[in-house]
Nanobody, 127 residues
């Protein structure tokens, strides 16, 4: 059973940076696609970034491209989301998700492709 544990959230000022971590266990980490989603209060869950199984190329939502970077350390079974130039509208609960054969592409995230989820972690951007 795949388990995902997020860490690294917190409070940051606009323009600041945070790095989220997702530790993957229960499956060969490199074989899984891993994504980051987020959900702001009163809004639906939206994809932020993903990386395919056995791949290192990141794909991003339009709101994340140029500011966020997803990368994986398969030796440590961790997938990171580096978030720079954070904005107020980036405030949300961030979730790590994994799937065995997810469609991972720019701007389009298929929620049903991601079959394992972490508990989520809060990111608050505030002055």
């Amino acid at each position: 059973q795949v388990q995902l544990v997020e860490s690294g959230g917190g409070l940051v000022q606009p323009g600041g940076s945070l790095r989220l971590s997702c530790r993957v266990s229960g499956a060969p980490g490199s074989s899984l696609g891993v994504a980051w989603f987020r959900q702001a209060p009163g809004r639906g869950r939206e994809g932020v970034a993903c990386v395919g199984g056995g791949d290192s190329a990141g794909h991003y939502a339009g709101s994340a491209r140029g500011r966020f970077t997803i990368f994986r350390d398969d030796a440590e079974h961790i997938v990171y989301l580096q978030m720079n130039f954070l904005k107020l509208e980036d405030t949300a609960a961030y979730y790590c998700a994994a799937g065995s054969s997810p469609r991972c592409r720019d701007r389009v995230f298929y929620l049903s492709d991601w079959t394992s989820w972490g508990q989520g972690i809060e990111v608050a951007v505030s002055a």
